[in-house]
């Protein structure tokens, strides 16, 4: 019987916890926990656990949208270095990585779904949609006028220098 990434992750690296969790948005989506002790530990092993997945499990997938939509979460209680979480965040290789150092709700017990809604599904955004109010519109005479004088078909300037003059008119005439 073949092992499930998990057991394989766990069995690599021992000192680490590792949970997945796969929710369905128009097709399925991966999100796997990663919780690190150490900023250390972090440093020598997300690499490791990226090339894991892609090779464990991610090359299994046959659909497309299940390929490009993996989540690496790897969760530490520490901050951490900003160059570091820069370089695992912004690693284009395989998958999506958040680092998610020292948050307040870490020991939440919900505190993967919320990450999952947070940086995944984005389901937790409050939207309010406000009616716009409309305003009556007034035409003003002293720019319809120019806009009337205008005759593109009986000129012989091209009509964006045209236009510019008429611009250039309607600017004057309202700073005066």
């Known amino acids: 019987m073949s092992k499930t990434i998990l057991e394989i992750l766990r069995e690599s690296f021992p000192n680490q916890k590792f949970d997945m969790d796969t929710d369905n948005y128009g097709g399925s989506v991966h999100a796997f926990f990663i ?3 150490a900023e250390e530990t972090l440093k020598i092993t997300w690499e490791k656990i990226r090339n894991m997945i892609g090779v464990y499990f991610q090359s299994s997938l046959d ?3 299940e390929i490009w939509n993996i989540y ?3 969760i530490i209680p520490v ?3 900003r160059d570091l979480k820069h370089k695992i965040e912004h690693d284009i290789m395989s998958s999506r990585k958040i680092v998610v150092d020292n948050h307040e709700k870490i020991n939440d017990v919900d505190f993967k779904k919320f990450l999952f809604s947070e940086h995944i599904t984005n389901n937790n955004l409050k939207t309010t949609v ?3 109010q409309k ?3 007034s035409k003003n005479k002293l ?3 120019f806009i009337d004088s205008i005759e593109l078909s009986k000129t012989k300037k091209n009509k964006e220098d045209l236009i510019g003059d008429a611009l250039t008119k309607i600017e004057t ?4």
């Not at 005439?173 to 005066?176: E, I, S, T």
């Open 135 to 137: 305003l009556p519109f």
């Open 173 to 176: 005439a309202l700073l005066k």
């Open 143 to 145: 720019i319809s006028g």
């Open 35 to 37: 919780e690190c002790d």
């Open 72 to 74: 690496l979460l790897f």
């Open 79 to 81: 901050n951490v270095d």
């Open 130 to 132: 406000f009616e716009k």
């Open 63 to 65: 659909s497309e949208f």
